[in-house]
Protein backbone atom coordinates (compact mmCIF):
# COMPACT_ATOMS: atom_id res chain seq x y z
CA UNK A 1 0.00 0.00 0.00
CA UNK A 2 1.15 3.84 -0.81
CA UNK A 3 2.08 5.75 1.35
CA UNK A 4 0.08 9.44 2.10
CA UNK A 5 3.44 11.20 1.20
CA UNK A 6 4.08 8.68 -1.53
CA UNK A 7 0.27 9.42 -3.18
CA UNK A 8 0.82 13.13 -2.00
CA UNK A 9 4.15 13.24 -4.14
CA UNK A 10 2.86 11.45 -7.13
CA UNK A 11 -0.05 13.96 -7.44
CA UNK A 12 1.57 16.88 -7.14
CA UNK A 13 3.89 15.56 -9.95
CA UNK A 14 0.84 14.78 -12.21
CA UNK A 15 -0.24 18.39 -11.35
CA UNK A 16 3.09 20.11 -11.96
CA UNK A 17 2.99 18.12 -15.39
CA UNK A 18 -0.63 19.27 -15.98
CA UNK A 19 0.71 23.03 -15.24
CA UNK A 20 3.33 22.63 -17.67
CA UNK A 21 0.95 21.39 -20.42
CA UNK A 22 -1.13 24.22 -20.00
CA UNK A 23 1.50 26.78 -20.16
CA UNK A 24 3.56 25.77 -23.13
CA UNK A 25 -0.30 25.07 -24.90
CA UNK A 26 -1.94 28.32 -23.27
CA UNK A 27 -1.98 30.37 -26.91
CA UNK A 28 -3.34 27.10 -28.93
CA UNK A 29 -6.69 26.70 -30.34
CA UNK A 30 -7.53 23.31 -31.89
CA UNK A 31 -9.12 23.48 -35.43
CA UNK A 32 -12.36 23.15 -34.60
CA UNK A 33 -15.65 25.75 -35.39
CA UNK A 34 -15.33 26.39 -31.40
CA UNK A 35 -11.65 27.18 -31.27
CA UNK A 36 -11.38 24.93 -28.45
CA UNK A 37 -8.22 25.01 -26.48
CA UNK A 38 -5.60 23.04 -27.21
CA UNK A 39 -4.57 21.66 -23.59
CA UNK A 40 -8.31 20.08 -23.27
CA UNK A 41 -6.84 17.58 -25.97
CA UNK A 42 -3.86 15.92 -23.73
CA UNK A 43 -5.92 16.09 -21.04
CA UNK A 44 -8.47 14.29 -22.43
CA UNK A 45 -5.73 12.03 -23.67
CA UNK A 46 -4.90 11.32 -20.49
CA UNK A 47 -8.48 11.04 -19.57
CA UNK A 48 -9.48 8.01 -22.05
CA UNK A 49 -6.55 6.19 -20.65
CA UNK A 50 -7.65 6.45 -16.73
CA UNK A 51 -11.19 6.19 -17.14
CA UNK A 52 -11.57 3.70 -20.82
CA UNK A 53 -8.39 1.70 -20.24
CA UNK A 54 -8.19 1.51 -16.78
CA UNK A 55 -4.50 3.02 -16.66
CA UNK A 56 -3.02 4.46 -13.70
CA UNK A 57 0.66 4.13 -14.35
CA UNK A 58 1.62 7.79 -13.36
CA UNK A 59 4.06 7.86 -15.92
CA UNK A 60 2.26 6.69 -19.07
CA UNK A 61 -0.45 9.28 -17.71
CA UNK A 62 2.65 12.05 -17.50
CA UNK A 63 3.57 11.39 -21.26
CA UNK A 64 -0.48 11.83 -22.51
CA UNK A 65 -0.36 15.37 -20.89
CA UNK A 66 3.21 16.25 -22.48
CA UNK A 67 2.76 14.27 -26.04
CA UNK A 68 2.37 16.98 -27.98
CA UNK A 69 4.70 19.60 -26.15
CA UNK A 70 8.21 19.21 -28.26
CA UNK A 71 6.09 18.44 -31.61
CA UNK A 72 3.85 21.40 -30.91
CA UNK A 73 5.71 24.18 -28.31
CA UNK A 74 9.02 25.68 -27.80
CA UNK A 75 9.22 22.64 -25.22
CA UNK A 76 12.46 20.52 -25.20
CA UNK A 77 12.82 16.87 -24.65
CA UNK A 78 15.40 17.57 -22.33
CA UNK A 79 13.26 20.25 -20.67
CA UNK A 80 11.02 16.98 -20.27
CA UNK A 81 13.53 15.29 -18.58
CA UNK A 82 14.35 17.91 -16.17
CA UNK A 83 11.61 18.17 -15.01
CA UNK A 84 9.73 14.69 -15.36
CA UNK A 85 12.18 12.49 -15.84
CA UNK A 86 14.19 10.16 -18.04
CA UNK A 87 11.35 7.32 -18.18
CA UNK A 88 8.87 10.46 -19.30
CA UNK A 89 10.93 11.85 -21.34
CA UNK A 90 11.50 8.69 -23.38
CA UNK A 91 8.20 7.91 -23.91
CA UNK A 92 6.94 11.81 -24.90
CA UNK A 93 9.89 11.29 -27.39
CA UNK A 94 8.43 7.72 -28.77
CA UNK A 95 5.39 9.61 -29.93
CA UNK A 96 6.64 12.70 -30.91
CA UNK A 97 6.87 13.39 -34.48
CA UNK A 98 9.77 15.58 -36.41
CA UNK A 99 8.38 18.22 -37.61
CA UNK A 100 11.45 18.64 -39.41
CA UNK A 101 9.98 16.09 -42.25
CA UNK A 102 7.48 16.63 -44.79
CA UNK A 103 3.90 15.92 -43.34
CA UNK A 104 3.20 12.88 -45.65
CA UNK A 105 6.74 11.52 -44.44
CA UNK A 106 5.75 12.27 -40.79
CA UNK A 107 2.37 10.28 -41.21
CA UNK A 108 4.43 7.04 -42.95
CA UNK A 109 6.68 7.22 -40.16
CA UNK A 110 3.36 7.37 -37.84
CA UNK A 111 2.45 4.32 -39.47
CA UNK A 112 5.71 2.07 -39.52
CA UNK A 113 6.78 3.28 -36.03
CA UNK A 114 3.47 1.99 -34.38
CA UNK A 115 5.03 -1.26 -34.54
CA UNK A 116 8.50 -0.51 -32.66
CA UNK A 117 7.53 1.48 -29.93
CA UNK A 118 7.00 0.91 -26.63
CA UNK A 119 3.91 -1.13 -25.33
CA UNK A 120 3.79 2.23 -22.44
CA UNK A 121 4.15 4.60 -25.50
CA UNK A 122 1.44 2.21 -27.79
CA UNK A 123 -1.20 3.40 -24.90
CA UNK A 124 -1.02 6.64 -25.28
CA UNK A 125 -0.85 6.52 -29.24
CA UNK A 126 -4.07 4.56 -28.97
CA UNK A 127 -5.63 7.29 -26.30
CA UNK A 128 -4.49 10.13 -29.15
CA UNK A 129 -6.02 8.51 -32.12
CA UNK A 130 -9.28 8.11 -30.06
CA UNK A 131 -9.40 11.63 -28.74
CA UNK A 132 -8.60 12.58 -32.47
CA UNK A 133 -10.78 10.71 -34.01
CA UNK A 134 -14.01 11.53 -31.19
CA UNK A 135 -13.06 14.98 -31.99
CA UNK A 136 -13.55 14.36 -35.99
CA UNK A 137 -16.81 12.44 -36.11
CA UNK A 138 -18.35 15.67 -33.56
CA UNK A 139 -17.17 18.17 -36.10
CA UNK A 140 -15.20 18.89 -39.06
CA UNK A 141 -11.74 20.92 -38.79
CA UNK A 142 -12.09 24.24 -40.09
CA UNK A 143 -10.28 24.19 -43.84
CA UNK A 144 -10.91 20.33 -44.20
CA UNK A 145 -13.06 18.46 -46.45
CA UNK A 146 -15.17 15.80 -46.39
CA UNK A 147 -12.32 13.80 -48.16
CA UNK A 148 -9.75 15.14 -45.78
CA UNK A 149 -11.58 13.69 -43.19
CA UNK A 150 -11.96 10.18 -44.59
CA UNK A 151 -8.29 10.03 -45.63
CA UNK A 152 -7.56 11.12 -41.95
CA UNK A 153 -9.47 7.84 -40.90
CA UNK A 154 -8.33 5.74 -43.38
CA UNK A 155 -4.79 6.80 -42.44
CA UNK A 156 -5.70 6.43 -38.48
CA UNK A 157 -6.62 2.74 -38.88
CA UNK A 158 -3.47 1.91 -40.80
CA UNK A 159 -1.29 3.39 -37.69
CA UNK A 160 -3.92 1.84 -35.32
CA UNK A 161 -3.85 -1.53 -37.02
CA UNK A 162 -0.03 -1.65 -35.81
CA UNK A 163 -0.70 -1.12 -32.27
CA UNK A 164 -2.78 -4.52 -32.16
CA UNK A 165 -2.62 -6.29 -29.04
CA UNK A 166 -1.92 -3.70 -26.63
CA UNK A 167 -4.79 -2.70 -24.90
CA UNK A 168 -8.31 -4.49 -25.68
CA UNK A 169 -10.88 -1.62 -24.10
CA UNK A 170 -9.01 0.94 -25.99
CA UNK A 171 -8.70 -1.06 -29.26
CA UNK A 172 -12.40 -2.08 -28.78
CA UNK A 173 -13.36 1.78 -29.08
CA UNK A 174 -10.94 2.18 -32.64
CA UNK A 175 -12.81 -0.97 -33.77
CA UNK A 176 -16.21 0.68 -32.81
CA UNK A 177 -15.31 4.04 -34.62
CA UNK A 178 -13.68 2.52 -37.43
CA UNK A 179 -17.01 0.13 -37.82
CA UNK A 180 -19.21 3.67 -37.60
CA UNK A 181 -17.05 5.63 -40.31
CA UNK A 182 -16.86 2.56 -42.60
CA UNK A 183 -13.54 2.04 -42.72
CA UNK A 184 -12.13 -1.70 -43.08
Not at 106 to 135: C, F, G, M, P, W
Request: net charge negative; with cysteine.
Amino acid sequence: MESANGAQDLLVAYTKCINFAAIKHRDQRRKDKEETPYINHPIGVAYILSSEAGISDIDVLSAAILHDTVEDTDATFEEIEQHFGPTVRSLVQEVTDDKSLPKQERKRLQIEHARTISHRARLVKLADKIYNLRDLQRCRPNGWTEERCREYFRWAKQVCDNLKGTNEPLERILDDIFRQENVI
